[in-house]
């Protein structure tokens, strides 16, 4: 098996987490090796279907994601440096910032979902297949 020494890890602050992060841990020797994602939608993302979602939203969505990954990366010994919230359509950003970080693999969460989410196609699926770098797509029950 590969050593990977840079790991990013896309985290989900409104979904299970730990599963990903515990995966990303077995890969790594050290949490210095390991970088957090969490990227916010853009306002544009909600418009066509709520109205009234604007800057605001936005903005405290990221908020409340910074202050989620300070306390994962407190907890878990990840330097504050490796955290990255990026605004923008998820899987370009996680790729953008896969490549600027230099990461050797991706970690992602999964889940088996179906109707809409299964028609717009999931984030793990989308990093998969335009990722540089090896994915792993742990799945969270």
Excluded: W
Excluded at 19 to 37: E, P, T, Y
Excluded at 43 to 61: C, E, K, L, N, R
Excluded at 90 to 96: F, N
Aim: glycine residues 8%.
């Amino acid at each position: 098996m590969k050593n990977y020494q840079s790991i990013l890890v896309a985290i989900d602050i409104y979904s299970e987490y730990d599963q990903v992060l515990k995966r990303a841990f077995c890969i790594g020797k050290d949490a210095s090796q390991i970088s957090l994602v969490f990227v916010t939608l853009p306002t544009t993302y909600f418009q066509p279907y709520i109205s009234g979602v604007g800057g605001d939203y936005v903005a405290d969505i990221h908020k409340q994601a910074k202050t989620r990954l300070d306390e994962i990366a407190l907890k878990n010994n990840i330097p504050s440096k490796q955290i990255y919230l990026p605004i923008g359509n998820a899987a370009e950003e996680i790729h953008t910032l896969a490549n600027e970080i230099n990461a050797d693999i991706i970690v992602i969460g999964t889940h088996g979902r179906s109707g809409i989410k299964l028609l717009l196609g999931s984030t793990a699926n989308s990093v998969l297949h335009g990722a540089k770098q090896d994915v792993l797509a742990v799945r969270v029950t």
